[in-house]
T-cell receptor, first 112, second 115 residues
Framework: ETGVTQTPRHLVMGMTNKKSLKCEQHLGHNAMYWYKQSAKKPLELMFV???????ENNSVPSRFSPECPNSSHLFLHLHTLQPEDSALYLC???????????FGPGTRLTVL | AQSVTQLGSHVSVSEGALVLLRCNYSSSVPPYLFWYVQYPNQGLQLLLKYTTGATLVKGINGFEAEFKKSETSFHLTKPSAHMSDAAEYFC?????????????FGKGTLLTVNP
């Protein structure tokens, strides 16, 4: 399998649920990212990891918790979300922090 | 802070017509420049990039973009639109130098291709 994969592709959850989004990159990259894409809004950078260390936490609410166990995997743990958190969550990776990023297909999240 | 402006949130062209999607950046030092495309229910795919060298950059699917420093622009063009080009297009920049590595995106331009 090549590129950046994300699972699940679709997720519906209640506000009291706990779920996790998974991202895996098969490109040998050292940096990984989480973005939020909402309708009518620019892409919002949420978190950045470089060499498994978090280098950016872009004022994201604590109900979103990232985890990067190794350079190939990135998780986004979700708990007690709000309906306004419904969006497309995109994962990306890059060789390093200053070059182009490659995106996964995204997870469409709906919070009821 | 650097910013990216995409003029026109929605562009509509006829099949076979020229596609022109506009992107301007604000930065005292020309940044690294990118165009991404997003098809419905998919992630973003890199179309092309400019980092250094030739200012006319060719990408995938017949698209190209020209970096014009004097105009702080990086407009995306395609001579002849195809129905399969219908998608949303994002211009993005990374600031050169320093520790600011954020990929800053424009708000996107939705391209519609009419038969």
């Amino acid at each position: 399998e090549t590129g950046v994969t994300q699972t699940p592709r679709h997720l519906v959850m209640g506000m009291t649920n706990k779920k996790s989004l998974k991202c895996e990159q098969h490109l040998g990259h050292n940096a990984m990212y989480w973005y939020k894409q909402s309708a009518k809004k620019p892409l919002e950078l949420m978190f950045v990891y470089s060499l498994e260390e978090r280098v950016e936490n872009n004022s994201v609410p604590s109900r979103f918790s990232p985890e990067c166990p190794n350079s190939s995997h990135l998780f986004l743990h979700l708990h007690t979300l709000q309906p306004e958190d419904s969006a497309l969550y995109l994962c990306a990776s890059s060789r390093n922090l200053l070059v182009e990023q490659f995106f996964g297909p995204g997870t469409r999240l709906t919070v009821l | 802070a650097q910013s990216v402006t995409q003029l026109g949130s929605h562009v509509s062209v006829s099949e076979g017509a020229l596609v022109l999607l506009r992107c301007n950046y604000s930065s005292s030092v020309p940044p690294y420049l990118f165009w991404y495309v997003q098809y419905p229910n998919q992630g973003l795919q890199l179309l092309l990039k400019y980092t250094t060298g030739a200012t006319l950059v060719k990408g995938i699917n017949g698209f190209e973009a020209e970096f014009k420093k004097s105009e702080t622009s990086f407009h995306l063009t395609k001579p002849s639109a195809h129905m399969s080009d219908a998608a949303e297009y994002f211009c993005a920049v990374i600031k050169r130098g320093g520790s600011n590595y954020k990929l800053t995106f424009g708000k996107g331009t939705l391209l519609t291709v009419n038969p």
